[in-house]
């Protein structure tokens, strides 16, 4: 009798028992999501992630869902989600080496299922299957290069790319993620309770990551999120505009700006007209100060892209946007005043005659400063508005306002720049004036040289006034007059 209660007691385990990694981590349980609503716990099904143990075990092969009957595909399927829950470290390769590739199948085998459609998942399945992403994506992030070794932040562009070691699996899951929203058979008024607010936001902070390749995939899946859950459109956008705040103002390095201007890019596209305020503020608080932060030509193509796609929409707000770019305008980063001078171009080129005559006196301004800047890239990319079609028939209807403002400018360049590049560009803008207008040009060339004069009298002015000066105190000292060289 004895015997047969030990043999009981030593009973061999079922193999839905058998289920679990080498190596179990909190990050498995603690990562929740806040879900609309939950099912009672008298409705779920006996099999779900909630009856993963936390003991080290092994994991179990289990066969393909395709080889199961309909019938035990539901807990086939919620068994492998169980299996892919588990996180291993990737830093040793060595390490688990079976139980990565037995996951890495699984999550393989889950894409093509959620692919094929061949089994609707219910809410339970949709539930445990956003827990099982929530599991693997949301997690600490590594830190940057910069905060390793704890110097100062350098350029980003000379940065080494990063590349995350454990993303054959993230990849899967990544792509399990975007099936699973682009599919046909997900219902978003269900969809919606699992992908909430809490997942969005825990999504939008994934795109800091220094992996270009995760970013790349969360950019495509928040975008398809924004599209097919209206519900969310407004949270999306406002939390996007509290990350630039952040990047803007505080912390001025964030490596998923590109993707999420690539994001609104596609999204102000499609705004109705007329447009709304909200996103009017959002051009002028969010977009706009974009232009600040030093590392701005790491995104620069995006941002312009969404700028002008608002003065497209609305050919009111080219005033606005001239004017904003004008005040973040760089003093010494001639790289920087390039990337400005090509976006006002592209502005330009879209903008209003009755638009472009409130800010062309500033505008021309700095046109004017950039024309003499001694770094000719700059010089040169300012000349080359003269071979834009628009901005020269916008600048011809004005002239009366632009040539007095820049003539100064290109006679400065032809007398003296040291570059006969820019010379020549120069002498072809002067040329271009002459032809246009020679009465506003010969008026406009009679005050330079009234001004050169009036310029030369001060000089000579200022020189006697010295000489003066210098008698005055050799007289008082007895000495011979300084002389100056």
Known sequence: ???????????????????????????????????????????????????????????????????????????????KLQICCFLFDFSDPTKSVREKE????????????????????????????IKMISANIFRCLPPAAH??????????????????????????????LLKYVVSSETDTKIAKRYLDHSFVLKLLDLFDSEDMREREYLK?????????????RPFIRNAINNIFFRFIFETERYNGTGELLEILGSIINGFALPMKEEHKLFLVRALIPLHKP????LYHQQLSYCITQFVEKDYRLADAVIRGVLKYWPITNCAKEVLFLGELEEILEVTHSAEFQRCMVPLFRQIGRSLNSSHFQVAERALFWWNNEHIVSLIAE?????????????EKNIQGHWNQAIIGLSSNVRRMFLEMDPD???????????????????DEQRELTWKKLEEAASQVTGEDPMVLV
């Open 1 to 79: 009798m004895l015997n047969k209660i030990m043999k009981r007691g030593q009973k061999k385990p079922s193999k839905s028992d058998i289920i679990e990694p080498p190596m179990p981590t909190s990050s498995s349980s603690s990562v929740t999501v806040n879900h609309a609503s939950r099912l009672s716990a008298a409705t779920l099904h006996p099999v779900t992630l909630a009856t993963v143990p936390h003991n080290p075990g092994t994991v179990e092969v289990l066969p393909m869902l395709r080889d199961v009957p309909m019938s035990e595909r539901h807990n086939l399927f919620l068994k």
């Open 398 to 410: 004005n002239r009366h306002v632009v040539l007095p403002i820049i003539f100064d400018a290109l």
């Open 102 to 129: 037995i996951k890495r199948h699984t999550l393989a085998e889950l894409v093509d299922f959620v692919q094929s459609g061949s089994c609707k998942m219910n809410e339970v399945m949709q539930e445990e299957f």
């Open 220 to 232: 495509t899946i928040l975008h398809r999120i924004y599209g097919r859950f209206m519900v969310h």
């Open 440 to 458: 506003l040009f010969e008026v406009c060339q009679k005050q330079h040289d009234e001004r050169i004069a009036r310029a030369g009298e001060v």
């Open 294 to 297: 030093k590392c701005v030509q």
């Open 147 to 176: 905060e390793n070794t704890g110097t100062e932040v350098g350029d980003p562009e000379e940065d080494e790319m990063f590349m995350d070691p454990s993303w054959p699996h993230l990849q899967l899951v990544y792509d399990l």
